[in-house]
């Protein structure tokens, strides 16, 4: 359904790729649900994480204060979560996890510092405790700190705990 709407309301493929970097560095593609129009400028975002990664500001989205590249619709699939699906297939391909620090782009990896790069030394996760414990709310360095805890306290319990939270997390 969610294909059939992206293809309604928006010309150009319904799944978006993208390299992203995952398990001990190495490149992957992430597949999602497109909801930029086709050719979207990228550097938008990448100014945008710039600013917040050297900042102490909120890790706020540009979704939120209304960007002019999504398609109709897309700000609610973001919200929901319903444009990650996708990534289901990264996970059974065992490129992803369903917990763990999601993946970033590379210009982000470049950026960060050698204490942060250690954020892959786990699968990425659809979800993580970032998701859970704060999300737009948190600077940048407060996100790497929940990161890293996942990645040093990984446990079957913990990513049952941050499974159990993430709907709410989307709702609230």
């Known amino acids: 359904m969610i294909w059939m709407f992206i293809k ?17 560095g190495k490149r992957f593609r992430c597949l999602k649900f497109r909801t930029m129009a086709v050719n979207a ?7 945008h994480m710039n600013r ?28 929901l979560g319903a444009d990650e699906l996708p990534q289901l297939i990264n996970v059974l391909r065992g490129e992803m ?9 590379a210009y982000e990896y470049e950026m960060f510092l050698p204490r942060h790069r250690q ?24 996100m790497m ?13 913990l990513d049952l705990t941050i499974m159990a939270g993430t709907v709410p997390a989307i709702l609230f």
Request: hydrophobic share 35%.
């Open 145 to 157: 700190e929940l990161d890293l805890a996942y990645v040093e306290r990984k446990s079957l319990f």
């Open 52 to 79: 917040l990664m050297t900042s102490n500001q909120p890790m706020k989205k540009l979704d939120g204060a209304g960007d002019k590249r999504l398609i109709r619709g897309g700000l609610w699939l973001r919200a």
């Open 97 to 105: 996890s369903l917990v763990g620090p999601r993946p970033c782009v």
């Open 41 to 47: 400028d990228t550097g938008v975002h990448q100014s």
């Open 119 to 142: 954020r892959c030394e786990t699968l990425p996760g659809l979800t993580g405790l970032w998701q859970v414990k704060g999300k737009n709310r948190t600077t940048f360095e407060k």
């Open 8 to 24: 309604i309301v928006s010309p150009g493929a319904a799944l978006f790729k993208q390299e992203r970097i995952g398990h001990m």
